[in-house]
């Protein structure tokens, strides 16, 4: 059982290149979660979705797209990167969105736009 | 607009207590998460209260006071593994998780 996976670790990308980032959770959750962390700051919600097929904007939807084909499986895309999205990425899965599930974390991602 | 405040830095000596403390500003209002993150690791969860009072969980203990928008988390018996940052988040009317930017917590021998 393997959790929340994310995939790349790290990633090095020069402006206006694009790239997906890939979620992907065994614990059969309905809900994810895109976030960035930047220091200083707290987590901020990219995207989130409720279910298959389903996609929503969080606080920082700008420059990111998002898609949830499969239950398992959240992408985080970056159509054309720049330096203001070099972050942390961290993708959470939860059951519920209440305090009877919390959100589970993967490792994160690591993004430097040059 | 919504906000949690916590203090940026705090430190404790190992086998002492440590208070960290939470205040917020949400549009509604579903419950507040503690959630421990290690340098270059991920968030875990620590706790969740919902309703006003004292929550204990071994070492570590959560208090909430809904009128007074404010939290602390208290952890007992200061391990040096406990050095971390310590996130307050609440859920707001829309069960999404309005996040403070965490406390560095630096322990010392």
């Known amino acids: 059982n393997a959790g929340v996976t994310q995939t790349p670790k790290f990633r090095v990308l020069k402006t206006g290149q694009s790239m997906t980032l890939l979620c992907a959770q065994d614990m059969n959750h309905e809900y994810m979660y895109w976030y960035r962390q930047d220091p200083g700051m707290g987590l901020r919600l990219i995207h989130y979705?409720?279910?298959?097929?389903?996609?929503a904007k969080g606080e920082v939807p700008d420059g990111y797209n998002v898609s949830r084909l499969k239950k398992q499986n959240f992408l985080l895309g970056l159509e054309s990167a720049a330096p203001s999205q070099t972050s942390v990425y961290f993708c959470?899965?939860?059951?519920?969105?209440?305090?009877?599930?919390?959100?589970?974390f993967g490792p994160g991602t690591r993004l430097t736009v040059l | 607009g919504q906000n949690i405040d916590q203090p940026t830095e705090m430190t404790a000596t190992e086998g002492a207590i440590v208070q960290i403390n939470c205040t917020y500003q949400t549009s509604g209002f579903n419950g507040l998460f503690w959630y421990q993150q290690h340098a270059g690791e991920a968030p875990t969860f620590l706790s969740y209260?919902?309703l006003d009072g004292l929550e204990e969980k071994g070492r570590f203990s959560s208090f909430l006071s809904r009128s007074k928008g404010y939290s602390y988390l208290l952890l007992k018996e200061l391990q040096m593994k406990d050095s971390a940052s310590y996130l307050c988040?609440?859920?707001?009317?829309?069960?999404?998780?309005?996040w403070g930017a965490g406390t560095k917590l630096i322990i010392k021998p």
């Open positions: 959470a899965a939860a059951a519920q969105p209440d305090s009877t599930d919390t959100q589970y």
């Open positions: 979705s409720v279910g298959e097929g389903t996609t």
């Open positions: 209260n919902v």
């Open positions: 988040a609440v859920a707001d009317s829309n069960y999404q998780l309005i």
